[in-house]
């Protein structure tokens, strides 16, 4: 009898030994979740056409990513941020979209750099449930909002754009407008805004005219332009093709005004324009013009600070497309601080961030505006010598 009693103690001592045992092992797991890196994907367009657009976003993201990881990463735990090249193609984005969420596990998705590809995007991250911040212009990424659910962008929109070009033409008391754009994604949603804006500012577009992204002469375009009684023309287009249009228009004698976009705010379209650029006028947003922002300008310290970092890591200035980066990024970490890992719930903190001072802007987001940039992100920036200045109005 005391040997069993004795055997029915052990037995009793090596089960409670096994439950305390499983017991440590369940809680030494959960400081190995609290130190699991947060993932973010970006799907940038580093080579092809925009690649002027996708390679000083990447830049930025990985400069971003650096620091905040050096500084502790979000509440301590890491964040690994991977970035695919979509190589300026619809296709490539959302293999590469498809491959961030199912094998990647990301929480967030950053990019694309142009309208077109970005919004290849769109049915991939809404049917996945995954926020997506991309970096470009079209307003159709995030209208209507009612189908752009998890969809947010940080480029100012082209109605903001279209309807500033329009008031300075109508302020300078020009009636007749000459219009020329991209066969693309991006041409075709600036087009359609400027249409809207040169008719809400009285305006009359006399002439039409598209081109293809890779053609290397728009002369016949710009000949029409020329025969009509356009008083300026406006041009919506990114390099390279914005700039052999811009040599094309010198090229050709013209003298009307000529407006381009955002879409040529780096340096890429001032070198191969070779000089041509001079005279140029275009809304942008104010990085390229940083210096020479009055001190009460709530985005001065931003834009500097942002400025100074890159020029540091990679002795060059910045333009406007790395600070759409800029922006994409600290807002999905501004999200994944208040949300944690919860893709649904990353993309509700998206929503209500306002008030956030960015590169492109002070964003306001809502659940009627993914984008919440108004009006006041933009100024005219006018080339003069070769360099970007702030145009008084």
């Known amino acids: 009898?005391?040997?069993?009693?004795?055997?029915?103690?052990?037995?009793l001592i090596s089960v409670t030994l096994t439950f305390f045992v499983a017991g440590c092992g369940g809680q030494a797991g959960t400081p190995e979740k609290e130190t699991e890196p947060y993932k973010i994907g970006a799907v940038i367009d580093v080579s092809g056409p925009a690649a002027s657009l996708g390679v000083p976003q990447k830049n930025t993201l990985e400069m971003l990513v650096a620091d905040l990881n050096a500084k502790g990463g979000i509440n301590g735990r890491p964040v690994e941020l991977i970035i695919l090249d979509n190589k300026t193609n619809e296709t490539e984005a959302v293999l590469a979209a498809k491959r961030l969420i199912d094998q990647d596990k990301v929480l967030?998705?950053?990019?694309?750099?142009?309208?077109?590809?970005s919004l290849a995007m769109i049915d991939t991250v809404q049917r996945s449930g995954v926020p997506m911040i991309s970096h470009a212009a079209s307003a159709k990424i995030v209208e209507p909002v009612a189908d752009r659910h998890w969809v947010f962008k940080t480029a100012q929109s082209d109605i903001l754009v279209a309807d500033k070009i329009a008031a300075h033409l109508k302020s300078k008391g020009i009636t007749d407008v000459a219009f020329m754009s991209m066969n693309n994604a991006f041409g075709d949603s600036g087009r359609g805004s400027f249409m809207t804006a040169a008719a809400d500012h009285g305006l009359k577009v006399v002439v039409s005219e598209r081109f293809e992204v890779d053609d290397k002469d728009m002369t016949?375009?710009?000949?029409?332009?020329k025969g009509s009684t356009a008083q300026a023309l406006v041009v919506w287009a990114i390099p390279p093709s914005a700039s052999i249009v811009t040599k094309n228009f010198r090229d050709l004698g013209m003298t009307i005004p000529l407006?381009?976009?955002h879409g040529v705010g780096n340096q890429t379209f001032l070198d191969l324009a070779e000089g041509a650029a001079d005279g140029i006028i275009a809304p942008m947003g104010k990085l390229l013009v940083a210096e020479q922002l009055p001190d009460t300008d709530p985005q001065k310290a931003v834009l500097l600070g942002y400025l100074q970092a890159y020029q540091a890591k990679y002795g060059e200035r910045p333009s406007t497309f790395g600070g759409h980066g800029w922006d994409a990024f600290q807002l999905a970490v501004k999200a994944i601080e208040t949300a944690g890992d919860d893709r649904a719930a990353i993309r509700d903190a998206l929503e209500n961030i306002t008030g956030f001072v960015g590169v492109s802007g002070v964003y306001n987001m809502s659940a009627e505006d993914h984008n919440g940039l108004g009006a006041d992100s933009m100024v005219l920036i006018e080339v003069i010598d070769g360099k970007w200045s702030l145009l008084n109005p």
Not at 1 to 11: A, K, S
Not at 108 to 117: A, D, E, F, H, Q
Request: net charge positive; proline share 0%.
């Open 108 to 117: 967030v998705i950053l990019g694309c750099s142009t309208s077109g590809t």
């Open 259 to 261: 407006i381009h976009t």
């Open 220 to 225: 016949m375009q710009l000949t029409k332009v």
């Open 1 to 11: 009898m005391g040997n069993w009693r004795g055997i029915v103690l052990v037995c």
